[in-house]
């Protein structure tokens, strides 16, 4: 298992970073611009590493939201899809 940190401080607080016109020779080479959210350190990591980190963000988030307390009275809408 491939786990990618800051090449800076070493955290594991990472996240995409917007794409700029000087990314695209980053592109080529399979790489996505990425961030630090401990130092700001810009840095570029593999497409494949993003896109497997993207899917554990999206993960966590629907783990995080089907685990909501249930208030008295809201109304609870069922979304399909
Ligand atoms: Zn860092």
Do not use: T, Y
Request: glycine share 4%; proline share 4%.
């Amino acid at each position: 298992m491939e786990i990618r940190l800051c090449p800076n401080c070493w955290s594991s607080e990472i996240r995409s970073s917007h794409f700029r016109f000087v990314d695209l020779a980053w592109l080529v080479m399979l790489k996505l611009p990425l961030r630090c959210e401990e130092c700001q350190q810009r840095f570029h990591a593999s497409l494949f590493f993003v896109a497997k980190k993207n899917r554990e963000l999206k993960l966590a988030k629907l783990q995080e939201s089907a685990k909501q307390p249930e208030a008295g009275g809201s109304e609870i809408e069922e979304q399909n899809g």
